[in-house]
């Protein structure tokens, strides 16, 4: 009887959990569509929201409908996803190889997207090619390093995060080169993509990342209990039933689609898929059944307050929000290492 009151008190309290973040993430999403050059008070922004739905009498300016729906929705959907992707991404990377300091792009996502991105914007082929071509080469990145990485069926996990590391630095170099030889305008647009921006949002980011990163994400979740019993250790797990090979293929797999997905859509953002997990483990614990959805949700919340204050601390004009997490980032990372170093006796 004690343990069934205690998985429904767990279950109640998981519950609140989440249902308290998802509270938080529309109220985030409605602040932030207030938030611009045109200020514009939150009911006016429900009204015209609820009449996309039901007919209502529109006694708000017209171009307040074309600000709201054609403008600042769209990026802050795109904000969400991709903070919600780099958030359960960097959870599972971090459940995955035990590692508090694994990140989405441990893998060189970031750096084969960026030189994806950069190659585009050199040979001035548009930026209608600049994601595809970003998406591409982040999936291609994390399969090399996959493969390079693998040893007789199995992927250990130094090896892939030197393999990842190694991967990184020449892409990194790739980038470099393609600055040098690009135009002064290229290279403009290089540095500002590299930057990591949401400023080019649009509905068919929206609408093309939203797939991926879902489904990605499900599929994730999916593995939160092999995730929990990988935290005991390879043989535990295995003693336990867990195919920790094959879970880690998937798990990899997934991480990186979403990842590319997110990367694609608005260039490289960091810090959010170390932060987050971090974040969330401490207000939830360590069981990823409740962890993997928290950081999901904490990574849009995230991204989106951050965009909002990107927008705003230098309007009118709007820094890169990969600046913004950066700045919030490395402090935090710091911490983190000293607090390592202090657990191991460093």
Known sequence: MKAKEFIAKRQFKWSLILIALIVGLLMSMIFALTIGSTPIHPFVIAKILLSKIVNLTKDWPGYFESIVIGVRLPRILLGALVGAALGIAGCSMQGMFRNPMASPYVTGIASGSAFGASLVIALGL????????????????????????????????????????????FFSALVSFTQYVAGERQLRQIVFWLMGGLWASNWNKVLSSFPLILLGSIGISFFSRDLNLLLTGEESALDLGVGVENVRKMVLVLASLITASAVAACGIIGFVGLIIPHIMRILVGPDHR????????????????????????????????????????????????RKRKRQIGF
């Open 290 to 337: 409740i962890l993997l959805p928290s950081s999901f949700l904490g990574g849009a919340i995230f991204l989106i307050w951050t965009d909002t204050l990107a927008r705003r601390i230098i309007a009118p004009t709007e820094l890169p929000v990969g600046i913004i997490t950066a700045i919030l980032g490395v402090p935090f990372f710091l911490f983190l290492l």
């Open 126 to 169: 548009g930026w209608g090619w600049v994601g595809p071509s970003a998406f591409i080469f982040s999936v291609s990145t994390a399969f090399l390093v996959y493969f390079i990485a693998k040893t007789r069926g199995k992927i250990p996990v130094g090896t892939l995060l030197l393999t990842g590391i190694a991967i990184s630095l």
